[in-house]
């Protein structure tokens, strides 16, 4: 991941507490789902861990997993929810040789912040080397379902920070056809009442796939066997028409 995309997709320190606030807790379905493949004994690691919402619960049932992840403001808020939890501030094509692990995953589309497809096969080529024979890697991008345009600023979210704090998020939207990345810039407001306390941007972008697109990118990378779901029951065909794929690979 070079240094501008680091730029793009860092998450700050009002973007991190949005997160917390409208995330802090995995979704019951997806977290089910990454946990029917780890058994205990297993080292497993989660790249691009955020604040934890997957990898802390994963450690109250008593696993042996790591978090690695390039924002700190992030990684701090992991620290507060699970003290002493195994992480690491990197970037995952560069960090030192911490493997090799049983189970990798990279849960809610995260991978689809590498917007740039080289950076992408790098980190996929990095995150292959880790993996223990007989080992598994899951993963989820988000899809073209969900291009989206607006260049008048929508409010994404807004929260209730507590002593008459709010936090807002507005963002516009555009849709690079040819790199097919959607470009999502917003401005975080933190407010009192009238008065405008902190503010932070965000050049946020993801890349959407379409189908058969990161199955080619797997094979092109060696994975020797690769499953591709629409959904964390393991059941359905991919199409543009999801929100998401999901992908079980073995190299």
């Known amino acids: 991941m070079d240094d501008t995309e680091n730029v793009q997709n860092y998450y ?30 297993m ?19 008593g696993f042996d997993i790591t978090g690695i992840d390039l924002s ?16 690491l501030l990197a970037d995952v094509t560069r960090c030192p040789d911490i493997g090799p692990f049983d189970y990798i995953f990279i849960p809610s589309g995260s991978l689809s912040l590498f917007t740039d497809d080289e950076a992408c096969r790098r980190v996929l080529a990095a995150l292959r080397a880790m993996i ?15 291009i989206r345009y607006s260049e008048e600023p929508v409010i994404d979210a807004r929260v209730d920070m507590g002593h008459g704090r709010t936090l807002t998020l507005k963002s ?34 993801i890349r959407l796939y379409e189908v058969g697109e990161m199955e080619r990118i797997l094979d092109e990378i060696g994975f020797s066997s690769v499953r591709a ?9 991919p199409s543009n ?11």
């Open 12 to 41: 700050g320190s009002l973007c991190t507490e949005m997160y917390e606030k409208l995330h802090g807790k995995a979704p019951e379905d997806e977290l089910e789902f990454y946990l029917s493949y780890a058994a205990p004994g």
């Open 43 to 61: 080292r497993i690691l989660e790249p691009l861990c955020g604040s934890g919402r997957f990898l802390v619960p994963f450690e109250q049932r």
């Open 72 to 87: 700190k403001e992030m990684l701090d808020k992991l620290e507060e929810k699970s003290p002493g939890a195994k992480t």
């Open 132 to 146: 223990a024979p007989g080992g598994v890697f899951v993963f989820s991008v988000d899809t073209v379902n969900s």
């Open 172 to 205: 516009t939207y555009n849709f690079d056809e040819k790199a097919k990345v959607l470009l999502a810039p917003g401005l975080y407001e933190l407010k009192e009442g009238g008065s405008l306390l902190r503010s932070e941007t965000m050049d946020f972008r």
């Open 229 to 237: 779901y629409s959904s964390f029951d393991k059941t359905g065909n």
């Open 241 to 251: 028409d999801c929100d998401c794929f999901i992908y079980e690979c073995r190299p």
